[in-house]
């Protein structure tokens, strides 16, 4: 049994559409994670957060846009996407943004999204 | 700047066989290591971890030891079973580049009864 959850699982989208990822975390944890997973690449870190404040972003379009309301839930917000973000968008989140040897990063199942 | 590689798959293998998953890593400092599965359907999980050079990591019967000289962290297990079949995900976090994990592409491991 995860404490992350993530909603929808599956979710397809044309270019022009807005749609929001919601992730949530049952652990008391404080900092959650964005990651993108494409097939044939390495995960990659999109957006970090710690106590509700953007502490990392790797680079992202800005056609990807997070929230955090509060420490418990993290959204991703997507508009005018492209067929080539079309990927699995996993959510984790640790005790503490810190070393990772000592903040083990706990993941949900993961929303795929089909871009088309 | 750090990277992980590891080897491709899919690996398929018999029940009872022994494994090994190659991850050899590229890094600045002096990282930590890491080994997360990811069973179908859901997301990864932390297997094992190794903080420092010579540092064995085990759980759930497979193993991996960090090996600077080598730069090397391989997955070992002595006998895999079906419930096995997953990706294998190598990972470094390195202090030089902040907090984040960085992952290797990951391996496809198939276990037939």
């Known amino acids: 049994e995860t404490g992350v959850t993530q909603t929808p699982r599956h979710l397809v989208m044309g270019m022009t559409n807005k749609k929001s990822l919601k992730c949530e975390q049952h652990?008391?944890?404080?900092?959650m994670y964005w990651y993108k997973q494409s097939a044939k690449k390495p995960l990659e870190l999109m957006f970090v957060y710690n106590f509700k404040e953007q502490t990392e972003n790797n680079s992202v379009p800005s056609r990807f846009s997070p929230e955090c309301p509060n420490s418990s839930h993290l959204f991703l917000h997507l508009h005018t996407l492209q067929p080539e973000d079309s990927a699995l968008y996993l959510c984790a989140s640790s005790q503490d943004w810190g070393p990772s040897s000592y903040n083990e990063q706990f993941f949900g199942p993961g929303t795929r999204l089909t871009v088309l | 700047g750090d990277s992980v590689t590891q080897m491709e798959g899919p690996v398929t293998l018999s029940e009872e066989a022994f494994l090994t998953i190659n991850c050899t890593y590229t890094a600045t400092g002096y990282p930590s290591l890491f080994w997360y599965v990811q069973y179908p359907g859901e997301g990864l999980q932390l297997l094992l971890k190794?903080?420092?050079?010579?540092d064995k990591g085990s759980n759930k019967g497979f193993e991996a030891t960090y090996r600077k000289e080598t730069t090397s962290f391989h997955l070992e297990k002595g006998s895999v079973q079906v419930s096995d079949s997953a990706v294998y995900f190598c990972a470094l976090s390195d202090h030089s580049s902040g907090y984040a994990l960085n992952f290797g592409k990951g391996t496809s491991l198939l276990v037939t009864p």
């Open positions: 190794a903080t420092k050079a010579d």
């Open positions: 652990l008391g944890h404080n900092a």
